[in-house]
């Protein structure tokens, strides 16, 4: 992939703290920041949480792409791979209704538990993915992307660099020993959520029992008083680059393209 090319992503998904916490305000700073810089981002969307809002959906469409991030988020990977036609398939077709629009990529709810999953790329494949995005690069792992081959087709499984909540080190989902500490200035595929930008201590169990609970929390305690700080730090970041920001669906046509 072109060192110049920029993939930003948004999980749009709910608060682990509070599932019913109305999180388009957030969504909304997020677009505007994006506005800015003229970034082209992909949305990943967990359908049965924002289909009441296809207004949202269909604004966001006109300049990102729109994608799947499961029917309805599980709380554990077994749970979702229990549901996955429910959570793939019937996912797709509620948001591509929505945005009149095919929907070509897909995100696991759990970040690296389905690298290199042959069979769910197949499955994906099956119901009409172009790409699946779910599993993070680290010290081991330092490719863009994985190729495979169905039916004389390409399917592409991408590897993300880290999730952007603040622009250092210590804030990434996963703080790898040894790894180079500057690392964001060399990143190309960074992930956000909505839910990382707000105030609200969470409550001890789910601090250390949800599976966003153990990295998220603490930035609770940074935003507790000024929780726009995030917001300020994210547009710094951006502005910081200088890149061609595209869509996972840009990249799939360039490299096959189309």
């Given at each position: 992939m072109n060192d110049?090319?920029?993939?930003?992503?948004?999980?749009?998904?709910?608060?682990?703290?509070?599932?019913?916490?109305d999180l388009t305000e957030n969504v909304i700073k997020i677009l505007e920041i994006f506005d800015i810089f003229s970034v082209r981002a992909t949305f990943f969307i967990v359908a049965e949480i924002w289909k009441e809002k296809k207004g949202l959906l269909q604004e966001i469409s006109k300049k990102h792409e729109i994608a799947c991030h499961s029917m309805t988020h599980p709380d554990s990977k077994?749970?979702?791979?229990?549901?996955?036609?429910?959570?793939?398939?019937?996912?797709?077709?509620?948001?591509?209704?929505?945005?009149?629009?095919?929907?070509?990529?897909?995100?696991?709810p759990f970040l690296n538990s389905h690298h290199n999953d042959e069979k769910l790329m197949s499955f994906l494949y099956d119901c009409g993915f172009k790409y699946h995005s779910s599993c993070l690069k680290s010290i081991f792992l330092r490719k863009e992307y994985n190729i495979f081959d169905f039916n004389n087709e390409k399917f592409v499984e991408f590897y993300s660099d880290r999730l952007l909540i603040l622009p250092f080190p210590l804030s990434s989902l996963y703080l790898r020993i040894f790894y180079p500490f500057n690392f964001l200035k060399r990143a190309s595929n960074i992930i956000i959520h909505p839910h990382d930008y707000l105030s609200g201590i969470p409550t001890v169990s789910k601090w250390l029992t949800h599976p966003c609970g153990w990295w998220t929390s603490p930035l609770r305690f940074l935003f507790e008083r000024n929780v726009d700080k995030g917001f300020i730090l994210l547009k710094n970041y951006i502005g910081s680059l200088n890149k061609t920001f595209l869509s996972y669906n840009d990249v799939v046509d360039l490299l096959f393209k189309k």
């Open positions: 110049n090319i920029f993939l930003f992503s948004v999980d749009v998904e709910s608060d682990f703290t509070d599932k019913n916490r077994k749970e979702f791979d229990e549901n996955i036609i429910r959570e793939a398939l019937q996912s797709k077709h509620i948001l591509e209704d929505i945005v009149q629009n095919e929907i070509k990529g897909f995100r696991s």
